[in-house]
């Protein structure tokens, strides 16, 4: 810490209980009451100084005695820091820190010690000292401290704004490049080499210092002269995520609600490791508000998890609409970035329905929806039949909250006071193009029926009808045609895109079968001759006709197999759901294999025989028999 000492004379004063007595000799003929403390002095000293004692003990009465009285109650610093401007007029020794620089300096103005009253005078000695603490950090936040103590005094002398742009400059400056005195440590350099710390020869070399090394310092600052530092270091193009990271690091150290919000069940409880503030509830919500103000308007550089947080916190300090509506926004326009058990925010209204707080995911959600849509309006993305044309870029934080909104909506869906509406709307949100696959959304739909078992039939096809059945993965199509609370429409449906599947999957195998056979025949093709020359290639190619056959036959047995699973799963719902018995014939299901239909023209031709079967036996009219 840098000192200054001034004077040259020994201690002249000696304290008796709330007086102050000089020991010179002389009796004093002045006194000066500052609060509780009188100090008895002699006016020479006091007048040759100051330009504001000079006129106060002009108006004192004439008479000698102890009578003269100067009431000097409201000077900056009080009793403290006059005790050191008697000391300076006395000529006494006084040494300057940067804990009463900023009282001292104040009170310096306040009496009028000015170069008019003799040279080098406390004013300008301060000043002196003053330039000499804004080169270091540590000094400068300590004297910022102090200047709560004197209130406006330190802005009308230009302290707090100095205090602020020299730490400013610091904060936004590479302490490695500039070498900046950094936590009040000075490098020095021996001659030999050796690294001085203080002046103390050090082999240890100073460990690097990171982009977060002034968080914690401004951290004790009270919030007025925070957010003028937040200001200033703004202005001076300081990057959004050290601001960010900064105000994070304040509200986190002064707000311990905040800290408290990792779940629902821990949420009145302070969590380990928390700074527990002082502040009052009243405090803390207007801090809270404060500092949502100061948070950047750069998406990103303020973590998800944190606005959250704050969201919550506002919450239970019932803070203004105005401070929720802005951290909402802030979370909608990146909300892709969130985790689900960020979402669950528990229902703090004073007539709760639900567990957790529906209306304000929902508020997030369009936000973020309606953010998406205006970034995206230049080059939209182009839909045709479930395939997405363009914008794979565009489409990607869609897709991350569709799979988010999916989640959210399962983990709530067990709540039975859920209403149909608020589900439904917040599950419609989201467009069909979205979602690549509709597992998730099936999966919340299928909780929701579970837990509201009351719903009507036509409640559950509307609620059914946020999933598409052609979506579904085969795993989830399994489930779904099982699932006895969906409507048989739904599970028509499942069957029916689940058979059409197969019958594409298994067309598209044998299309590719008949393109390797042709081409490694080339000769089939385009009727060429085969020549001694084109043997070898031509072996070569049935080498390879018989490894891609081998593949190609072994997928198709694979899907044939998993035909035959599903007609048997069928068959098991069939008896089981005897309304059903129609089904299968519409899905073209046969219980047995039937020969291929012949032309009416051929069988006009020919005679009945016995080898001919009038009759289907399995009792089907109308498939493969022709009566």
């Known amino acids: 810490m840098p000192t200054m000492k001034l004077g040259i004379k020994s201690e002249a004063f000696h304290r008796d209980g709330q007086t102050w007595l000089c020991s010179s000799g002389l009796p004093s003929d002045v006194a000066v009451e500052v609060g509780d403390m009188s100090f008895h002095l002699h006016k020479f000293p006091l007048l040759s100084k100051s330009g504001f004692l000079e006129k106060l003990i ?36 006084i040494e300057l820190t940067s804990l009463n620089i900023v009282s001292l300096r104040c009170a310096a103005e306040y009496l009028q010690m000015t170069e008019d009253y003799g040279e080098g005078n406390l004013i300008s000695q301060t000043e002196v000292f003053l330039n000499e603490v804004f080169g270091n950090w540590t000094d400068t936040v300590k004297a910022l401290e102090t200047c709560e103590e004197v209130g406006a005094y330190a802005e009308e002398v230009h302290i707090v704004s100095r205090c602020i742009d020299s730490l400013a400059v610091k904060a936004c400056a590479d302490p490695q490049l500039f070498n900046w005195p ?47 530092f937040i200001l200033s270091v703004e202005a001076k193009g300081l990057k959004a995520e050290n601001i960010a990271a900064s105000l994070i690091h304040y509200a986190k150290k002064n707000i311990p609600l905040i800290n408290n919000q990792s779940s629902f069940n821990d949420m009145n409880h302070v969590g380990s490791g928390a700074t527990i503030s002082t502040n009052s509830e009243v405090d803390q919500r207007v801090l809270l508000e404060e500092i949502v103000g100061l948070l950047p308007s750069v998406k ?63 508020r997030i959600l369009d936000h973020f929806m309606y953010i998406y849509h205006a970034t995206t309006a230049s080059s939209p993305c182009i839909v045709e039949e479930g395939q997405l044309v363009g914008g794979t870029d565009t489409l990607t934080p869609l897709t991350m909250v569709a799979s988010l ?142 490894g891609g056959g081998k593949d190609v036959k072994e997928r198709v047995s694979e899907l044939e197999r998993e035909c035959v699973g599903m007609k048997m799963e069928l068959e098991k719902l069939v008896k089981a759901k005897k309304s059903w018995s129609l089904l299968p014939k519409k899905l073209g299901f046969r219980r047995k294999s039937q020969p291929c239909i012949p032309k009416a023209d051929d069988v006009k031709e020919q005679t009945p025989s016995a080898s001919a079967p009038q009759n289907n036996e399995s009792g089907d009219v109308g498939h493969g028999v022709v009566e």
């Open 58 to 93: 002009e108006q004192l009465p004439s008479e000698d005695g102890s009578g003269r009285v100067l009431k000097l109650h409201d000077i900056p610093g009080g009793a403290k820091a006059f005790e050191l401007v008697a000391k300076f007029c006395y000529d006494v020794k």
């Open 300 to 362: 990103g550089v303020t973590t998800t998890n944190f606005l959250i947080g704050l969201l919550r916190t506002a919450m239970i300090l019932h803070a203004s609409p105005s401070c929720r509506e802005i951290l909402e926004k802030k979370i909608g326009s990146q909300l892709d970035q969130a985790l689900l058990v960020d979402l669950l925010i528990p229902n703090m209204g004073y007539t709760v329905e639900t567990l957790y707080d529906i209306d304000c995911i929902q």
């Open 182 to 228: 950094v936590k009040g440590q000075e490098n020095a350099q021996s001659p030999n080499g050796t690294v001085l710390w203080n002046g103390i020869s050090s082999t240890t070399k100073p460990q690097p210092t990171g982009e977060d090394w002034w968080y914690e310092d401004v951290s004790f600052l009270r919030f007025p002269l925070y957010k003028l």
């Open 405 to 546: 909104v999916d989640g959210y909506l399962a983990e709530v869906a067990p709540d039975v006071n859920l209403k149909l509406p608020k589900f439904h709307s917040l599950a419609a949100v989201i467009p069909d193009y979205a979602r690549s696959m509709d597992d998730g959304i099936y999966h919340a739909v299928d909780v929701y029926l579970k837990a509201h078992p009351w719903l009507s039939d036509s409640e559950r096809e509307q609620l059914c009808r946020l999933m598409n059945c052609q979506k579904l993965s085969l795993e989830a199509s399994t489930h779904a045609a099982q699932n006895e609370r969906l409507p048989l429409r739904v599970i028509v449906q499942v069957l029916f895109f689940e058979q059409l599947r197969l019958r594409t999957s298994i067309s598209g195998w044998f299309f590719v079968s008949d393109n390797l056979e042709n081409s490694q025949h080339p000769s089939r093709n385009l009727g060429l001759p085969k020549n001694d020359c084109s043997r070898p290639m031509e072996s070569s190619a049935q080498d390879g006709e018989q």
